[in-house]
């Protein structure tokens, strides 16, 4: 598995190559929170591929969907962890989801822990993504006053995944349709496939084009 890459035994340009992608990953992260959609766009190769809760498509799509996302999310970061082989290298960007937004007449926190999954390629001496997903394990959603009204349906909660059934309940509420099958602590399955196709990726076994 990529995660079996040795560690602490950096090159300098490995170090150079870490810290660019470390940065490329966060700063795509600020751009979605904070609108610089034209930097966020930049930060992709053209060809690569989104898969979250919400959608599955290219950049374009991701960012302009992302432009009328009706509750706007921040990305609060604690780490970012990069295994690289040549000019292939994967990051996992450990990140807590933060939306408020309005449901069932209260204002609402929901708090979602997950683990951003990259691959990023250089390409012309440049570091871009080309693949993103991710790794759902918990998440919390109450209202944001101690004298809220709102309260989850236990039984509706139920119908979902338990790492992001209240993810899930929101975007029900708002009108959309979440993707039930994302890589989960609950289904550990789930997150064996995305590492081994990743890992397959790493090696050069596989294109972007050839994923299953």
Same mark, same amino acid.
Request: proline content about 0%; overall charge negative; hydrophobic content about 40%.
């Given at each position: 598995m990529f995660y079996q890459c040795p560690m602490g035994q950096n090159s300098l340009e490995d170090?150079?190559?870490?810290?660019?992608? +470390?940065?490329?990953?966060?700063? #795509? +992260?600020y751009c979605r929170d904070y609108m610089?959609?034209?930097?966020m766009r930049a930060c992709y190769h053209d060809d690569a591929e989104i898969n979250v809760s919400w959608m599955k498509g290219g950049p374009d799509q991701f960012v302009s969907a992302s432009q009328v996302r009706p509750a706007p999310a921040k990305h609060k970061?604690?780490?970012?962890?990069?295994?690289?082989?040549?000019? &292939?290298?994967?990051? #996992?960007?450990? $990140?807590?989801?933060?939306i408020r937004c309005p449901l069932d007449g209260d204002i609402v926190d929901l708090s979602t822990h997950t683990r951003l999954h990259? +691959?990023?390629?250089? &390409?012309?001496?440049?570091?871009?993504?080309?693949?993103?997903?991710?790794?759902?394990?918990?998440? $919390?959603? &109450?209202?944001?006053y101690t004298d809220g009204t709102f309260?989850?349906?236990?039984?509706?909660?139920? &119908?979902?995944?338990p790492t992001y059934a209240n993810m899930m309940l929101r975007q029900v509420h708002y009108g959309g349709t979440p993707n039930g099958d994302m890589a989960g602590e609950d289904r550990p399955e789930t997150i064996e496939r995305l590492y081994k196709e990743s890992s397959r990726w790493l090696e050069g076994q596989i294109r972007e084009e050839d994923r299953e």
């Open positions: 170090v150079q190559d870490k810290a660019n992608i +470390r940065e490329l990953i966060e700063f #795509e +992260r610089h959609w034209d930097e970061i604690f780490d970012t962890v990069v295994w690289k082989k040549g000019d &292939r290298a994967i990051a #996992e960007c450990i $990140t807590m989801i933060q990259y +691959r990023v390629e250089k &390409r012309g001496g440049i570091w871009k993504i080309c693949f993103m997903d991710a790794i759902y394990e918990k998440d $919390t959603m &109450r209202s944001a309260s989850a349906d236990r039984e509706e909660l139920n &119908r979902y995944r």
